[in-house]
């Protein structure tokens, strides 16, 4: 159960066919979901799904919000909330949903918001390689976008040997092969190595992108996971 507000008062809306109340109520909300994100999430977890990883998904979530004409405040709202009770980490499917439905009813938040940002966390997750995704929102898909960008590039070579090391990954066996997950519960109990990982989801994800905006933020970061793949290789096998 989350926790109500205590400044309930700041966000509630005074009239809700006046522009500038909704409008104070929904700023008011933002501000009130950041402290909540930052507070459940932390700044010193070490796993790569900190506070930190959440602002940068807001931040590009809401650029390609902009480029493709979503609506921000449940682009925003959805990316805050998106990596509370994490399937990865709570075991369960609908911890996350039902934490950011309750925080956001919380607050007094209109109901077709709360249902559509519980629902694009429900579905936005990759659970696998061979896993079939449910088709989301245009919200949906700039918050899915965005948060695999962050898988990919600089910061998703390095998240990815954080979650490595914190689910005791080895960082490379090359008598291991990548295996393309077919069930969620494989994908999320894998044992496989930090490397195999690239295989197995972030090379896949510059083709998966919803978005035409989050297709040409991928291109640059795509390339970096194959130059830092090639460069591994060449290290590992003494080529240079
Ligand atoms: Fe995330």
Redesign the pocket.
């Known amino acids: 159960m989350v926790r109500r507000m205590t400044s309930a008062g700041q966000t509630r809306m005074t009239d809700p066919d006046d522009r500038a109340s909704i409008d104070r109520f929904r700023a008011g909300v933002i501000r009130e979901t950041t402290l909540f994100a930052r507070k459940e999430l932390g700044v010193e977890e070490s796993t790569g799904?900190d506070w930190w990883?959440v602002d940068r998904?807001r931040m590009v979530a809401l650029n390609i919000a902009e480029c493709e004409g979503a609506d921000p405040y449940i682009v925003e709202l959805a990316a805050l909330l998106?990596?509370i009770e994490d399937y990865k980490f709570s075991g369960s499917d609908e911890a996350g949903p039902r934490a950011a439905a309750e925080w956001l009813i919380s607050l007094g938040v209109e109901d077709e918001v709360t249902k559509e940002v519980a629902g694009i966390i429900r579905w936005m997750s990759f659970r696998g390689a061979k896993v079939e995704e449910v088709p989301l929102s245009l919200e949906g898909e700039c918050v899915q976008d965005a948060?695999r960008l962050?898988a990919i590039g600089a910061i998703g070579i390095a998240r990815v040997f954080a979650y490595g090391g914190h689910v005791k990954r080895p960082i490379h066996n090359p008598d291991m092969a990548p295996d393309l997950h077919t069930s969620a519960e494989s994908y999320v109990t894998s044992k496989g190595t930090s490397i195999n990982h690239f295989h197995e989801k972030l090379l896949l994800l510059k083709e998966r992108m919803k978005t035409p905006t989050g297709r040409r933020y991928a291109d640059s970061r795509h390339e970096r996971l194959v130059e830092f793949l090639r460069d591994f290789d060449a290290e590992w096998t003494g080529a240079k």
Request: hydrophobic share 15%.
């Open positions: 799904h990883h998904v998106h990596d948060d962050d």
